[in-house]
């Protein structure tokens, strides 16, 4: 606290994020983790050949994904490749025609149409078949992925650029980081300004947000300096697609990317062609790129629409489930008019409704698709590895995955699945929590001051959440719903003071529970709130707990001890005062952080307060 300068609230939130070393705490403000690129081994191969082709003026070919990361970092290298003059296209596939990944038929067409170098992004690190196939038509293969390689080991028999392959020292980077990387190493290797690479940090902050990797070390460094640079981005595409989608580019944000812009470039490739969204950003047209953002606008509320019928239809099946299914630690849920467009953000949906791992399956011509998300603890390709009998083919990483299956092994796959979800979920994990990291001492108020420094700890998004804070003892008031009766607002206060208005998002049911006279612990996260030209702490309530009734005795009894001669102390007393590290000088944390005072708070009334 003292030697960072800081509150002591962040000062709380940095010691429970395991930043206790004021030096490593430094460093993480400073958000300036960078590796060259370089560190990626075997790199040098990669540019080379790339290099190569490039002064041979060969075709060469970019083959991308559908999803937002795939589309980034496909641009993110067309326009490094354009930039040294390559004679480069660009290939993404259908999710319908083509479905994930680089294959045989893409191959063949490649081949058919004059390409010379193949240079996947976001994909190929299992395509081992495919590359080979690439190889004996006659191209040369450069293979850039950031996904889980095959479980046998195998690899593509091609130059590599992967993260965790080659041993770089971020392993998390998305796809577009590792494009972003190898157009800086390119730029270098052609006697050019690596930084060069810069200019689309931007697409890199696009795709690292809306990929959900996790933002620690380079990739926070990375979200940071791009979302700087999507605020100033001279892109027509990305500022057609901030105008379309309401996005304040002055303001843009996690949040901005997350909902806004990350799902309209998604729509493209879920429910029409990832062509349009690459144009986009490609683009140096401003009238071309209106006309592609209008487009991924209707594409969206079309796909809003599917999913919002979907998300219906899987929860009446779950509801139709006998009790010992519903009860299993992992889900799949089939349905043979699902559009595999949007199963993914569906399934999304249900492990924020269930609390465990979810797969959903849709039905098409021949193999059904399904895809996968995952709750922190389980590692959901290592269950579709384990389930790899039942699956024709399969691909992801720990938090999201996709796979394809035969229609009559569904349930079988869903037995498979359940059983090992069963081995390896502990039954607490399915049970949602708060984790809280910081208890406001009495007294605090929420500033705009406060929210301002904690924003230091931003981007926020997996590996490093929100901050949520802790407000003990408050009462609540002037409480209504909101938002067509789905959300709930009220007032905070605290020992008589008013602490602020609180938002509850979907909360609206606690209504009554709410109203009840009492004390409450809210769990909040604090957000600036800019509305009308106006800026001001907003409480975004993420949990209200029944306050504890035996609070106030316990506090009353302590400070009864602390009275005392220290040799006359009860020694629970005494244990509390030195896990709070109480002293004469004062002390400002509050009594719920410590272990052994929440203890006594279930335990019998002490003796000493009858």
């Known amino acids: 606290e003292e030697q960072l300068g800081v509150s002591h609230t962040l000062a709380q939130v940095l010691v429970r994020r395991g930043l206790r070393d004021p030096a490593e705490a430094a460093t993480w403000l400073r958000a300036d983790e960078a590796h060259p690129p370089g560190a990626f081994a075997g790199i040098d191969v990669a540019t080379g050949i790339i290099l190569r082709h490039v002064s041979a003026r060969s075709r060469i070919t970019v083959h991308g994904d ?12 067309v326009r490094a490749l354009r930039e040294l003059g390559a004679d480069v296209d660009w290939f993404l596939p259908g999710r319908r025609e083509d479905g994930y990944g680089l294959s045989t038929a893409t191959v063949d067409r490649l081949a058919a149409r004059g390409t010379r170098l ?10 081992v078949d495919e590359v080979a196939g690439a190889r004996r038509a006659g191209m040369d293969v450069v293979v850039t992925d950031h996904h889980s390689p095959r479980a046998d080991g195998v690899l593509p028999d091609a130059p590599i650029v992967h993260p965790a392959v080659c041993r770089y020292p971020c392993e998390d980077l998305c796809a577009a980081g590792v494009a972003y990387k190898l157009a800086a190493a390119l730029a270098q290797a052609a006697g050019a300004d690596p930084r060069a690479a810069d200019a689309d940090l931007d697409l890199v902050a696009l795709a690292t947000l809306a990929d959900v990797v996790p933002l620690l070390d380079e990739n926070r460094s990375l979200a940071i300096a791009g979302l700087r640079g999507l605020a100033r981005t001279q892109k027509p595409g990305l500022r057609a697609l901030m105008r379309v989608s309401g996005v304040d580019a002055a303001a843009v944000d996690t949040g901005a990317v997350a909902f806004r812009l990350g799902p309209r470039i998604n729509a493209a490739g879920r429910l029409g062609h990832p062509g349009i969204a690459l144009e986009l950003l490609l683009t140096e047209d401003g009238e071309t790129a209106r006309g592609h953002a209008a487009r991924l606008e209707e594409l969206n509320r079309e796909r809003q629409a599917v999913e919002g019928r979907i998300v219906r239809a899987a929860l009446e099946q779950v509801e139709s489930w006998p009790e010992a299914r519903r009860r299993r630690r992992g889900y799949v849920l089939a349905g043979e008019d699902w559009h595999e467009g949007v199963i993914g953000i569906v399934a999304s949906r249900l492990v924020e409704r269930f609390h465990r791992p979810v797969v959903l399956i849709a039905g098409a011509a021949g193999e059904w698709k399904g895809s996968g998300r995952s709750i922190p603890s389980f590692d959901l390709h290592a269950a579709l590895g384990a389930c790899a009998p039942y699956l024709e083919r399969f691909g992801g990483h720990r938090a999201a995955a996709g796979l394809s299956i035969r229609p009559e092994r569904v349930d079988d796959f869903a037995e498979a699945f359940a059983l090992h979800a069963a081995g390896a979920v502990d039954e607490d994990e399915l049970i949602p929590s708060t984790r809280v990291d910081a208890v406001l001492p009495r007294g605090t108020k929420l500033t705009l001051e406060l929210c301002s420094e904690l924003e230091r700890l931003a981007p926020f998004g997996l590996g490093n959440p929100e901050v949520t804070l802790l407000a003990p003892g408050c009462r609540l008031s002037d409480l209504v719903t ?56 907003q409480l975004v309530v993420r949990r209200v707990f029944d306050g504890e009734e035996r609070f106030e005795e316990l506090r009353r009894w302590l400070v009864e001890e602390w009275r005392r001669d220290e040799a006359e102390r009860d020694q629970r007393a005494a244990a509390i005062f030195e896990e709070l590290e109480f002293s004469e000088a004062g002390g400002r944390r509050h009594l719920l952080e410590s272990t052994l005072f929440r203890a006594l708070l279930t335990e019998p009334p002490l003796a000493q307060a009858a």
């Open 66 to 77: 559908y999803d937002v990361d795939g589309v980034c970092s496909t641009a993110i290298l």
């Open 482 to 537: 909101v938002g067509d009766g789905k959300h709930l607002r009220f007032r905070i206060g605290q020992d008589g003071a008013d602490g602020g208005s609180g938002i509850a998002f979907g909360q609206a049911g606690q209504l009554d529970r709410l109203r009840r006279p009492g004390t409450y612990d809210v769990a909040f996260s604090p957000q600036e709130n800019r509305w009308n030209g106006t800026v001001a702490p």
């Open 118 to 127: 193949l240079v996947t992004v976001d994909c190929g690190i299992t395509a």
